[in-house]
């Protein structure tokens, strides 16, 4: 009866929990188990012998934390004298780069990197402690006399060169520490000017100098807190260069919405590079444009919000200033007034679509932020001296 709830708590957390859980008595079933889950010879902790070792030795009120050279974990522990291992698992998500340095440092050249990728996601991303959470809580469940147990990492499974490597890492903890801090003034410096390519070279710098930190892998976490320091930086980077808020709000909302949900760390970094280039983007559009802040501010925000109905109230209020006095600078510094400018804007962007896609004159004129599209047939003909139609099939070689 004890056999049989035992082994309904081991499939209940295989299905709540989508993780491997074994129950071990033999050295066969041990050969089974690490057949089907390791992939090189150097993981230690899949060997048939090392883990019936363990089970003879290992003390029955402690929970053994297993970790080998690729980040891949087990818990291991006794209950009635029978060996049960929670796992594999792995507590951090490794990219292209973590896969790489850890063939490297291990001198692996017989395994692809993408297959060795794909290995590591044939197992659950959970924390260690919510391992042993989820052991403790079968424990209490399957053993009455439970009062709690000793959490113990055995050191024998590492590689030696890996511990040194640790070690040297430590001592240098400081100067990678100040280098960190030179690296993200740089960067500071450089996203201020709006120099992208100076600036993702300065932020991989950045995240090479706290590798330490995640020496062989990330968290989803980790990383979208790392991406949200950065969106700090930046914002703080760019209220110094004197781009409005609105814009600033923009940039850095379209990379939360983007991370906030996003499971693939390389997308997630990806999104963090895309957002560097759009914030000095918008700062080199400022700083290049020889014109007052005010006009500089409406031009960006007529350019990229064309879109909603932008009335000239909206602009002066997302401006601070005065009707009056935002066209007089308009007709002194463009020779133009904002609606005419706004105008040429979203005629401009027609014309893009127009010659790059296949939508309607209706969904172009929706696009573009004109609901009514007679009116936007007749403002593209007088700006253009041609109808939508006529411009599609002059510029648009899909088009018979």
Do not use: W
């Amino acid at each position: 009866m004890k056999n049989e709830l035992t082994d309904n708590n081991l499939q209940l957390i295989r299905e709540l929990y989508n993780i491997g859980f074994y129950r071990i008595n033999t050295k066969e079933e041990a050969a089974r188990f690490c057949k089907k889950n390791m992939i090189h010879r150097v993981q230690l902790i899949f060997s048939a012998d090392a883990i019936m070792t363990m089970k003879d030795n290992m003390d029955a009120n402690t929970i053994y934390v297993l970790t080998d050279v690729f980040n891949i974990s087990m818990l291991v522990f006794l209950l009635d004298d029978e060996l049960y291992i929670l796992g594999p698992f792995t507590p951090l998500l490794h990219t292209k780069q973590d896969a790489l340095r850890v063939l490297e440092q291990n001198n692996i050249k017989d395994l692809n990197v993408n297959i060795y990728l794909r290995y590591r996601n044939l197992f659950p991303t959970i924390s260690e402690d919510m391992a042993v959470h989820i052991a403790t809580s079968f424990l209490k469940t399957n053993d009455p006399e439970y009062s709690g147990r000793r959490i113990k990492k055995p050191s024998f499974f590492e590689e030696e060169s890996q511990l040194l490597f640790f070690e040297e890492d430590r001592e240098n903890f400081v100067n990678l520490l100040q280098l960190r801090y030179d690296n993200e003034k740089s960067f500071f410096n450089c996203v201020t000017k709006g120099d992208s390519e100076a600036a993702l070279n300065y932020l991989s710098k950045m995240q090479q100098d706290v590798s330490y930190i995640k020496r062989i892998g990330s968290t989803l976490e980790n990383e979208r807190i790392g991406c949200a320091i950065t969106r700090t930086t930046l914002r703080i980077a760019a209220l110094k260069a004197g781009l409005p808020v609105y814009v600033i709000d923009k940039i850095s909302s379209k990379n939360t919405k983007l991370t906030i949900e996003e499971t693939d760390i390389e997308k997630i970094l990806d999104y963090k590079k895309e957002m560097v280039k759009d914030f000095c983007e918008a700062i080199m559009q400022l700083n290049t444009n020889k014109h007052s802040a005010v006009i500089n501010n409406a031009i960006y925000y007529l350019e990229n919000y064309y879109q909603d109905d932008i009335t000239l109230d909206l602009l002066t209020d997302k401006m601070s200033i005065s009707k009056s006095y935002l066209l007089t600078l308009f007709r002194k510094e463009l020779n133009t007034t904002p609606g005419k400018y706004l105008r040429k804007v979203r005629v401009t962007k027609a014309c893009q679509l127009l010659e790059s896609s296949q939508k309607s004159i209706q969904q172009i004129s929706e696009s573009v932020g004109i609901a009514d599209s007679n009116y936007f047939v007749k403002l593209f003909k007088k700006e253009m001296d041609m109808t939508p139609s006529q411009y599609r099939k002059k510029h648009n070689s899909t088009v018979g």
